[in-house]
């Protein structure tokens, strides 16, 4: 893992963003590093087309971020399917869509998984009866991506390539129907790179070329898969793309520009509301759960005397709290329900997947622990590893108070959200056993004068650090 270095020191872009993809990875149900191979496969054949620096530079982030609009589709996934929409993403990208057969065999696998019979046949038959519905759905996606890469600060051809991800050489593609050299040549790249790697992941080498060769011309640039064929002998380099220890370091080795770009304090603040907006759209229920949670912990950090690197921190680990979230089910997520013990279970893996990511990234690794810790309790009966207030800090202390007074405000799909009397109250209870005591008074002066109000609405805030928000990092949320 990255060790820390001090603020203010050399930070890559590049180490910063391969390692969030972990969390993309979770979102769309592959293999943990399927972004990070993808780049690989993808970098690879950008070099054997003679692909400039520039054009390099844009396919490397674009393939990085290829994913970053897929949580956006989680839920309407879901309900769609009335399954686990991680398991549907996985198992349909390695369908033929051209292959109406197969396609609707593999469909019908994934409708209503668990369900009973009639159940299972009203989702397949809602899907078959809506084939606009599918093309909303790419959509979605790849607009939203497209759009985080330019809020990011990445060339339009990055945008563009991620935007176009789902075209098809016969036109027969998403979400235009673009058709042969219509598709941007990184968009053409970014296709058959991650579906090379998603069939090599689940079938290996041989499986995975022959795929590639089937799809010719239909789905794939005819050009692009005569250059992967040629790729089939060479075992060394398939060898590297399994070594998961030295993928990070591969990935980053592969960086356009001899010179790497410096991620700022101001761009990783950037990094974090982004990827906050791709957390919060992957349920309906939590539209602004992380940029709430961010903002009232700074809030109480403040109130309480907090320096500005520990509101940067509190910043930071707010956003990002919950990115582990991204790998539980909206079948679970969205239920109206009460969820039973083997769903919570899910549930609680998200704090370690938090703890994980966060871990990766050098700027971040200094916070990833407390962040993960949001559900921990002062007297040990928290989740998921049960510390006890000898073992939380500060910045765990405010995140927890921080999460529960808004997911208690926030509607949720089995409830409205409560009036601000009523959650102060039921967090009352837990005011030194769970919660630590002058954090939560803390909490309770800011939400009594309406200063969490005034930071939930957007409007001006009173907390200057929060103000270091870059205002077009809001127009990520508008994107649905």
Excluded at 122 to 129: E, G
Excluded at 282 to 291: D, E, G, L, N
Aim: glycine share 8%; net charge neutral; charged share 25%.
């Amino acid at each position: 893992m990255p060790v820390a270095g001090p603020r203010g020191s050399f930070i890559r872009l590049a180490e910063v963003i391969s390692a969030l993809t972990y969390a993309l990875d979770l979102t769309e149900g592959q293999r943990p590093g399927h972004t990070l191979r993808t780049a690989l496969i993808a970098m690879r054949l950008g070099r054997e087309l003679n692909l400039d620096g520039d054009t390099m530079g844009a396919l490397y982030y674009a393939a990085l971020l290829k994913d970053s609009g897929c949580s956006s589709n989680a839920a309407r996934m879901s309900a769609l399917f009335g399954s686990d929409d991680q398991d549907v993403k996985r198992d349909m990208r390695l369908v033929d869509w051209h292959d109406r057969w197969k396609l609707a065999m593999r469909t019908a696998k994934n409708c209503g998984v668990g369900r009973n019979p009639i159940a299972r046949v009203s989702h397949f038959l809602r899907i078959a009866r809506t084939p606009s519905m599918t093309r909303e759905i790419i959509q979605t996606r790849c607009e939203r991506g497209a759009q985080i890469a330019l809020v990011l600060g990445f060339p339009a051809a990055t945008s563009e390539a991620i935007a176009h991800v789902d075209e098809h050489w016969c036109g027969l593609g998403h979400p235009v129907g673009l058709a042969g050299d219509e598709i941007p040549m990184l968009s053409r790249i970014l296709l058959i790179a991650q579906t090379l790697e998603a069939y090599w992941s689940e079938n290996g080498i041989d499986a995975a070329i022959e795929m590639t060769r089937q799809r010719s011309g239909r789905w794939f640039d005819p050009r692009m898969v005569d250059l992967v064929g040629t790729w089939k002998r060479d075992r060394t380099w398939w060898a590297g793309l399994a070594d998961s220890a030295n993928l990070d370091q591969a990935v980053l080795a592969l960086e356009p520009g001899g010179t790497p770009l410096h991620a700022t304090d101001e761009r990783l603040d950037g990094i974090a509301y982004a990827f906050a907006a791709v957390i919060d759209a992957k349920t309906p229920y939590t539209a602004r759960h992380s940029t709430n949670v961010a903002r009232y912990a700074v809030g109480i950090a403040m109130s309480m005397g907090a320096d500005a690197d520990m509101c940067r921190d509190t910043l930071r680990a707010g956003l990002l709290h919950d990115i582990g979230k991204l790998g539980v089910s909206n079948r679970i997520l969205d239920k109206p329900a009460k969820l039973t013990d083997e769903e919570f279970g899910e549930i609680r893996k998200h704090p370690r997947w938090t703890w994980e990511i966060l871990e990766r990234v050098s700027a971040f690794n200094g916070f990833a622990q407390e962040a993960a810790q949001h559900h921990e309790r002062l007297d040990g009966k928290g989740y998921p590893w049960k510390l006890d207030a000898s073992q939380l800090g500060l910045l765990s202390r405010v995140l927890a108070v921080a999460d529960v007074y808004e997911a208690l405000t926030a509607d949720r799909p089995y409830r409205a959200g409560l009036e601000v009397p009523v959650v102060l109250d039921i967090m009352r209870r837990d005011r030194g056993t769970g919660f630590d005591s002058h954090v939560f008074d803390a909490a309770v002066a800011l939400a009594e004068r309406g200063t969490f109000a005034v930071l939930a609405e957007g409007r001006e805030d009173p907390f200057p650090q929060l103000r270091q928000e870059p205002a077009k990092f809001s127009r990520i949320a508008s994107v649905a």
